[in-house]
């Protein structure tokens, strides 16, 4: 799951620094770097329950 969101959050922000840089528009690159932030915690939030279960 980690590495499902770790690649969601990196294609999100590659996305985003793209529609960034090519386009005008302000709000769908916004909105994809949410979604990678929040991507992002999800996959610490998992590797931490991923660790705990370990020990």
């Known amino acids: 799951m980690e ?4 690649g969601i959050a990196t294609n999100c922000l590659t996305a985003a620094m793209i529609l960034w840089e090519t ?3 302000q709000c769908f690159p916004a909105t994809l770097a949410i979604t ?4 992002f915690l999800i996959c610490a939030r ?4 991923k660790n705990d279960a370990e020990l």
Do not use: F, G, I, R
């Open 3 to 6: 590495d499902l969101m770790l």
């Open 23 to 25: 386009t005008d528009l």
């Open 36 to 39: 990678a932030a929040a991507a």
């Open 46 to 49: 998992e590797m931490v329950k």
